[in-house]
C-alpha cells in the first residue's frame, strides 16, 4: 500500500491557508465563507505576537482537516480593509461564516484557546467540534468541485492517515490527482487500495475517470471529427471517436448522445463498445447527476425495446 500523508500532494492552490489582499478579499474570505468557514489572520511583519500566533493558526487549521480555512491579511498592505473591520491593534482574528463575521479575538492565544476558537466557529457552521470525517470529505469535495485540487488532496492524504481504509477519501485523492493531471499517482494510488475496498463504488468510480483521462489523451479534434459523422452518419468508429473528443473536452452530454446513437444502429459493433463506454461514463459520474440518470433511462429503454 502507498504511504499517504498531507504532503501527498503539491501545494500549488493553496487555498487551505493563503494570503489575501484588498482585491481578493470579498473572493477570499465573505464568498469563500458561505461554503466553508474562513479565518482571517490580520498580521505585520514587525509584529512579533503575530510571529507567534500565525503558526499555530496554521496548524490548527491544518489539523481541522478542510472544516476550515485560513486567509491572512498584511495590515501595512491592506489599511483599507483593516479599518472597514476596525482592526485597532494585532494580531486580530476574525472568523467568517455565511458572509458574515461570527467570532474574533485579539492578541495571541495558547494553542489549547486556538483549537477551541476553531471548534466553535465548525460548531457555528453545523458541522462536529471534533472536525469528523464526513465533514472533512465533504469539505474536500467542494474544493475538488471548485477547482482547489491541490488543496483537496491534502485533506483527502490527511483523512487517510486517520483511516487509511476510508472509501470516499481513497476515491477523493484519486480524482484529486487525475485534476492535477498526475495520471500516474492516481493509477498507483488506485491499484494500491487496500483489498476491502477495491470495489468499493468509490473505487470503481475513481478508475473509471482514470480510464477516461487516459482515453483524452488521444482525443482527436471535434471538428474534424463531427465533420466525418456528418458526411457518413453510419461510420460507427467515426462516431465513437467523436464521443471520446467530447468527453475529453468537456461535453460529457454530448459523449452520451452519440454513444446512445450508435448503441441504436449497431450494438453489437465492436463487441458492445458504445454501451461499455457508456457505462465508464456513469460509472465515473455520481449517482445522481442528470447526465448518468437520462442516460441510464435512455439506454434501458434501448435495450428492452
Keep these: 500500500m502507498l504511504e499517504l500523508n498531507a504532503n501527498a500532494a503539491p501545494a500549488a492552490g493553496a ?22 468557514p474562513v479565518i482571517v489572520d490580520f498580521w505585520a511583519p514587525w509584529c512579533g ?7 499555530a493558526i496554521e496548524g490548527a487549521v491544518r489539523d481541522a482537516r478542510g472544516a476550515v480555512k ?13 479599518g472597514q473591520l476596525r482592526v485597532q491593534s494585532i494580531p486580530t482574528v476574525y472568523a467568517f461564516w455565511q458572509g458574515q463575521p461570527v467570532d474574533a479575538f485579539q492578541g495571541a492565544l495558547p494553542a489549547s484557546e486556538i483549537k477551541r476558537f476553531i471548534e466553535r466557529l465548525i460548531q457555528t457552521a453545523g458541522g ?7 465533514e472533512a470529505i465533504e469539505s474536500a469535495e467542494t474544493m475538488l468541485s471548485e477547482g482547489a485540487a491541490a488543496d483537496a488532496a491534502q485533506v483527502f492524504a490527511a483523512i487517510l492517515q486517520e ?9 477523493g485523492l484519486a480524482r484529486a490527482y487525475l485534476a492535477l493531471g498526475q495520471t500516474d499517482e492516481a493509477a498507483a494510488l488506485i491499484d494500491n487500495a487496500p483489498e476491502g475496498i477495491a470495489k468499493s463504488p468509490e473505487l470503481e468510480a475513481a478508475r473509471a475517470q482514470l480510464a477516461l483521462a487516459r482515453q483524452a489523451a488521444n482525443a482527436g479534434p471535434v471538428n474534424e471529427l463531427r465533420a466525418a459523422v456528418e458526411a457518413d452518419p453510419a461510420n460507427q468508429q467515426a462516431r465513437y471517436d467523436l464521443a471520446q473528443a467530447l468527453h475529453a473536452s468537456g461535453d460529457i452530454a454530448g459523449a452520451v448522445d452519440h454513444l446512445l446513437e450508435s448503441f441504436r444502429r449497431d450494438r453489437e459493433w465492436n463487441d458492445g463498445a458504445a454501451k461499455s463506454q457508456l457505462f465508464t461514463i456513469f460509472e465515473a ?11 441510464r433511462r435512455k ?5 428492452f425495446a
Aim: charged share 20%; net charge negative; hydrophobic share 40%.
Design 15 to 36: 487555498d487551505l491557508i493563503k494570503d489575501s489582499t484588498e482585491a481578493t478579499f470579498m473572493a477570499d474570505v465573505v464568498e469563500a465563507s458561505r461554503h466553508v
Design 70 to 82: 485560513l486567509v491572512k491579511i498584511n495590515v501595512d498592505e491592506n489599511q483599507g480593509i483593516a
Design 299 to 303: 439506454l434501458s429503454s434501448l435495450i
Design 128 to 134: 462536529e467540534a471534533d472536525g469528523g470525517l464526513s
Design 285 to 295: 459520474l455520481k449517482p445522481n447527476d442528470p447526465i448518468a440518470l437520462n442516460g
Design 49 to 55: 505576537p503575530c510571529r507567534q500566533l500565525t503558526p
Design 163 to 171: 483511516d487509511p481504509a476510508n472509501a470516499a477519501s481513497y476515491g
